[in-house]
């Protein structure tokens, strides 16, 4: 029996990172290992690589790959559920879209792809492969047999399928390695992450969650959430024990759906997952947290909700009753995290820029969120504003997509002043009497103190070399 192994790419970030989604997916089995750090196996003794591949891994992967047999590679993820055709000469199987159950997608019926026709010699990389996926019209003549057979790859592509009868492969991972960035957390604490639904209904234009779970949210059912919650706290406890540090130090979780609270059987999920007896912190979409619903969320105890402010300077239908929603969160003693959004495109020069983080200020000095986290602008293929930054993408950005770097702007001096200002106004906020009266006390050495320390020394060094330079 060979072996099974999980890979990330990009390789697992023990800084920021938390559980690797791959885990999901691992069979059970001694054979099963997770791989770190993305070093090079014998291929004889592998029966099978699991790899998942986001935007930013591409490149990593296709290194790893080529050294490689291919025939024993498995993809998913963002990456390949774009663009599969990508991964024809990188992989075996390509599965498109979520799954939790290897075994159950590769028996599911192969999903077909055309190739385009295309002249090598003109394209000059015999690498290339383009083509899309038979859908709509194109369905009917294949079904009838009118599409030629040698454009068609078959046995290659596949939808993934949920079964939510397997376990995530927590027991692979050392969860000392995750590391967020929480208000109140030190670095000592462990924290942990699960899923209890994939997908969100809405269709934010930016986001890519509607491309990779399509427009639905899928609930994991109770019971099988309830056997990963008991199995999930066996794992915190034995975690601690193996660090002295972590044993009587606070414990967190990360509820990792994109809208929790949308399903209406929350309060029964809330009450499954708060057996783990840790901080709970989620993701929250103004609109659906009512009054009802904060008050459920205060019963269980939960410690944050993170927030799409987006971008200040437009109006967004989800966030309509935001400043009650922070305020009623504020009320019932539970902490705001905002996130926003820089369209680095938007803020080129000075006049600009002043707007732009103008409005950002009075909305965030007016809100007065416990932690508010800067975004750049990442346009993913498939989403619905990637139509117009795509003249602007080259394959070379993907490995950018980080929503830290600014890589729609190529000059790079304004591009680091763009990293720069966004930092500043975040260090700005934290660091204003405003936040240390009516908020916290920043300075504590939690997570989010100490990562901030890191980013004012790292931004310093880059002011210095950007301050004396016009672009
Ligand atoms: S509500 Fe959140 S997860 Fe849903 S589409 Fe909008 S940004 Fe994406």
Redesign the pocket.
């Given at each position: 029996m060979g072996m099974i192994i999980g890979m990330s790419f990009p390789r697992n970030d023990k800084n920021l990172g938390l559980e690797p989604s791959i885990l999901n997916v691992l069979p059970r089995g001694s054979n099963v290992e997770y791989c770190y750090d993305n070093h090079d196996f014998d291929d004889s003794a592998v029966e099978m690589y699991l790899c998942s591949v986001y935007i930013s891994g591409m490149a990593e992967f296709k290194k790893w790959a080529m050294r490689h047999d291919t025939r024993k590679i498995v993809v998913g993820g963002y990456h390949p559920t774009m663009f599969p055709e990508a991964f024809l000469n990188y992989a075996d199987k390509i599965v498109i879209g979520p799954t939790d159950d290897i075994y159950a997608t590769l028996k599911r019926k192969s999903t077909p792809f055309r190739l385009s026709r295309y002249d090598a010699s003109k394209i000059g990389n015999d690498r290339f492969v383009g083509g899309h996926l038979i859908s709509g019209d194109e369905w009917t003549d294949y079904t009838n047999n009118l599409v030629p057979l040698e454009s068609v790859v078959e046995n290659r592509i596949f939808e993934g399928a949920l079964t939510f009868s397997n376990l995530p492969r927590y027991d692979l991972y050392d969860i000392g390695r995750n590391q967020q960035i929480i208000p109140g957390k030190k670095p000592d604490d462990l924290v942990t992450s699960v899923n209890t639904s994939f997908g969100?209904?809405?269709?934010?234009d930016?986001?890519?969650?509607?491309v990779m779970f399509g427009p639905r949210l899928i609930s994991k059912p109770l019971e099988a959430l309830s056997r990963e919650v008991d199995f999930m706290k066996a794992h915190l406890i034995h975690s601690a024990l193996l660090s002295p540090a972590s044993v009587l130090r606070d414990r967190y979780v990360f509820v990792r759906d994109?809208?929790f609270t949308l399903q209406n059987d929350f309060e029964e999920r809330l009450r499954i997952i708060a057996r783990l007896d840790a901080k709970i912190y989620m993701?929250g979409?103004a609109n659906t947290l009512t009054k009802k619903v904060m008050d459920k969320l205060k019963e269980y105890g939960v410690y944050m909700i993170c927030i799409?402010l987006?971008d200040p300077t437009k109006t967004y239908a989800?966030n309509k009753t935001l400043d009650k929603v922070v305020a009623g969160l504020k009320d019932r003693g539970i902490y705001t995290y905002l996130s926003f959004i820089v369209n680095p495109l938007e803020v080129v020069g000075a006049v600009k820029a002043t707007a732009f983080y103008k409005a950002l200020k009075e909305r965030v000095y007016h809100l007065m969120p416990e932690m508010i986290c800067g975004n750049f602008l990442m346009p993913f293929p498939g989403t619905p504003i990637w139509d117009d930054y795509y003249h602007l993408i080259s394959e070379d950005d993907f490995k950018e997509y980080d929503s830290k770097t600014p890589f729609l702007i190529k000059n790079r001096v304004v591009h680091d002043k763009m990293r720069y200002y966004m930092f500043k106004f975040q260090w700005d906020y934290f660091m204003s009497s405003k936040y240390d009266q009516q908020v916290r006390d920043f300075e504590v050495e939690d997570t989010l103190h100490l990562r901030f320390l890191e980013l004012k020394r790292y931004f310093d060094e880059v002011y210095r070399s950007i301050a004396i330079v016009r672009p």
């Open positions: 969100c209904p809405f269709k934010c930016f986001c890519c969650t509607p994109e809208n993701f979409s799409g987006e989800k």
